[in-house]
Antibody
């Protein structure tokens, strides 16, 4: 069974940093693009970043470019999101998601981890 | 990449009725368009990929159509569990704002 389990969320002050992790199991992690998607309270989905199979290509939403860094460790079946210079508007549930085998869509999702940016 | 718009914002229907949701892209996305369903407190679930292919386990009352800039998600007969928010997504990246399907 495919499982994605996020961790690392919590309360952080504006300007602070947080590192999210996603533990993947039940599939060959190194053969899939992976992504982070977030959802602010009561709002819609916002794509954050995605990373190539081997980590060689990374893409970011304009809203997080220069502040967030996506990475992966295929040996540990782990996806990460380093979030720096956090702002109140980054407050959201952050979901880890796996690409669909046919590509260009997200076929499996974790349950999410809540990040709250507040003083 | 362009922007996705979805209409209507809210669709109020009764169980058994047909739902037609629209997603429009500001520039052509060919068929790199996906649809998701999200219920409160749950992560999204992939319904349709490649504009018209149903994901594994998705009932055949859900269908997707379109290419280029105009796309449609149709639910042929609404079941009680279908009342939710639906999002379209282009290129596995940007999402539309969503359409809420609620009970009339």
């Amino acid at each position: 069974e495919v499982q994605l389990v996020e961790s690392g969320g919590g309360l952080v002050q504006p300007g602070g940093s947080l590192r999210l992790s996603c533990a993947a199991s039940g599939f060959n992690f190194s053969t899939y693009w992976m992504a982070w998607v977030r959802q602010a309270p009561g709002k819609g989905l916002e794509w954050v970043a995605k990373i190539h199979l081997d980590g060689s290509d990374k893409y970011y939403a304009d809203s997080v470019k220069g502040r967030f860094t996506i990475s992966r460790d295929n040996a540990k079946n782990s996806l990460n999101l380093q979030m720096d210079n956090l702002r109140a508007e980054d407050t959201a549930v952050y979901y880890c998601a796996r690409d669909h085998p046919s590509g260009w869509s997200l076929g499996c999702w974790g349950q999410g981890t809540l990040v709250t940016v507040s003083s | 990449e362009g922007v996705l718009t979805q209409s209507p914002g809210t669709l109020s229907l009764s169980p058994g009725e047909r739902a037609t949701l629209s997603c429009r892209a500001s520039q052509s996305v060919s068929t790199y368009l996906a649809w998701y369903q999200q219920k409160p407190g749950q992560p999204p679930r992939l319904l349709i990929y490649g504009a018209s292919s149903r994901a594994t386990g998705i009932p055949d009352r859900f269908s997707g159509s379109g290419s280029g800039t105009d796309f449609t998600l149709t639910i042929s007969r609404l079941e009680p569990e279908d009342f939710a928010v639906y999002y379209c997504q282009q290129y596995g990246s940007e999402f539309g704002p969503g359409t809420r399907v609620d009970v009339k």
